[in-house]
């Protein structure tokens, strides 16, 4: 059985797959991804037109989302002022696909959405295109993980778990994880 703290899977050497089961409805997440003041609650604030071709702007500003937390040195400046980076919306059919570009075109990431009762089942993809962007999917997938866990949160009204205090060990699982599940798929 599939719970929100399941970890992603990786389904080939440049793409994660990571599932999650949210309060609904369908329209009341949708709104979380698409609008900016809700998506800052979780992720980050920015931008972003709904239709294909549109502009996504990512202002990620970490503070906001861990304020009580100090950062690894390498993810300071994300903590704070925050950085701010560009995107291209690829698809957008409310309320069910959202598929936009991460940043420049090596990396894209689809979310879909399914109603499932009263919850909404949903499957983001994150993959990558080229050797440099790969060598990141692992901590894409521990970004997205507590991401999608402060998400969770934010859509049941509990408090959001750690960040920065999960980040270092859900890497670690993750580069482990990850080599595991590339092997098994060689064989």
């Known amino acids: 059985m599939k719970t929100n703290e399941d970890y992603a899977k990786f389904s ?3 793409e994660l797959r990571i599932v999650r089961t949210l309060p609904g409805p369908i329209e009341r997440v949708w709104d979380y991804l698409i609008d900016p003041v809700k ?3 979780w992720f980050c604030g920015g931008e972003l037109q709904q ?34 980076f560009e995107g291209r919306v690829l698809k957008c059919e409310a309320p069910r696909l959202l598929a936009y570009t991460f940043g420049s075109d090596d990396s894209e990431v689809t979310i879909e959405l399914t109603p499932q009762g009263k ?12 050797a440099e ?18 998400l969770v ?4 009204g509990t408090p959001r778990p750690g ?3 999960m980040h270092d060990k859900l ?10 599940e590339l092997k098994a798929l060689k064989h």
């Open 12 to 14: 080939s050497p440049s």
């Open 39 to 41: 998506r800052a609650r």
């Open 51 to 84: 239709k294909a071709g549109g502009k996504v702007v990512f202002h990620m500003v970490h503070k906001n989302l861990a304020p009580d937390e100090k950062p690894p040195a390498k993810y300071a400046e994300v903590q704070d002022p925050g950085v701010s």
């Open 119 to 130: 919850d909404v089942l949903l499957v983001l993809t994150h993959r990558a295109r080229g």
């Open 133 to 150: 962007e790969e060598k990141e999917l692992t901590n894409y997938a521990s970004g997205w993980h507590i991401h999608l866990n402060h």
């Open 153 to 156: 949160a934010q859509l049941a």
């Open 163 to 165: 960040f920065w205090s």
């Open 171 to 180: 890497l670690a699982d993750y580069e482990t994880r990850r080599a595991a």
